[in-house]
């Protein structure tokens, strides 16, 4: 394992307040991620995939029918109306990028933390998936994880939109989330507001994964190796299911720094998929 060495948790895609759309885990382990809608399907003032009608820039995001599965096409467990609706995929597994807004979301913030050789590990609620439909059990696993190759901060994203230069840096970030529409629409990206300025994304190097096999990470992994801002072991409430204090705990970005706790973690994920490296 090297030395300094940081981890960060991150939870990602849908999950409970996305109603109809979930993530699938399947009987062998293997599964598909759901990244977030761009417009909550509650909330969409128009018919639903219609994003054009409402913000015309979101016609850059592609649409849930159009993303690559892995293992079984979307249009078997996501209903066919949502299928239309534009996507934020972001983590996207493609070319292995990640963007977020670290020094303006204190969610985030723990990013601008992370150097070179770091490593985010994305968390995400699945579903079970049984004969062909969801038993709405439901847990959190570990998806896979983005090794940092090179980390775009928000200076260098804006001036490469201000001064449209879209070249073969801009390329190796093109397809994440938070640049789809800055070479389409480099003033609505701009825009303070409505915008995407002021995001970080980073790219992975080549020995960044997607999982075969999703990793459970419950109770008894998260006592194992994780501490909350304080230093402290999490606390597990009456009040709330280990599923909702799991996510409650993290909403924010988390990063593991101890050696100890790194090892076991990597070792449970190696438990599920084989060929990872011992690094």
């Known amino acids: 394992m090297i030395s300094n060495l940081k981890l960060c948790i991150i939870n990602v895609g849908v999950n409970a307040s996305h109603n109809n759309l979930m993530s699938p885990i399947f009987n062998d382990g293997t599964f598909e991620f759901v990244p977030i ?15 054009s009608d409402c913000i015309e820039q979101y016609s850059i995001f592609p649409k849930y029918k159009n993303l690559n599965s892995y293992d079984k096409k979307f249009s078997e467990f996501i209903p066919s109306q949502l299928l239309e609706m534009r996507t934020h995929n972001d983590p996207e597994f493609d070319t292995f990028t990640y963007g977020d807004f670290p020094s303006r979301s ?14 985010l590990f994305f968390l995400a ?3 079970n998936w049984r004969n062909g439909n969801f038993t709405l059990q439901a847990g959190f696993y570990l ?41 389409k629409f480099p003033q609505f990206w701009l825009d303070d507001v409505m915008g995407w300025k002021g995001s970080w ?3 992975g190097s080549k020995n960044s994964r997607r999982f075969k096999y999703a ?13 909350d801002a304080q230093g402290r072991k999490w606390t597990w409430t009456e ?18 720094e101890d050696n100890t706790r790194i090892s076991r973690l990597l070792e449970t994920i190696r438990l599920y998929n084989k060929d990872m490296s011992e690094k």
């Not at 809608?37 to 994003?51: A, F, I, R």
């Not at 204190?106 to 490593?119: F, I, T």
């Not at 990793?215 to 501490?227: G, Y």
């Open 37 to 51: 809608p761009c417009c909550s399907p509650t909330e969409c003032p128009t018919e639903l995939g219609k994003c």
């Open 106 to 119: 204190p969610r985030a913030s723990n990013l601008m933390k992370l150097v070179l050789g770091d490593r």
């Open 125 to 127: 609620r699945l579903v």
């Open 143 to 183: 998806i896979g994880f983005l090794e940092i190759e090179y980390i775009f901060k928000e200076d260098e994203l804006t001036e490469m939109v201000e001064k449209r230069r879209f070249d073969e840096q801009f390329k190796k970030v093109e397809l994440n989330g938070h640049m789809l529409m800055a070479r």
């Open 201 to 203: 994304v980073f790219l």
């Open 215 to 227: 990793v459970p990470f419950n109770r008894a992994m998260a006592d194992e190796i994780m501490l």
């Open 239 to 256: 009040n709330q299911t280990e599923l909702q204090r799991i996510g409650s705990y993290t909403r924010s970005c988390r990063i593991i």
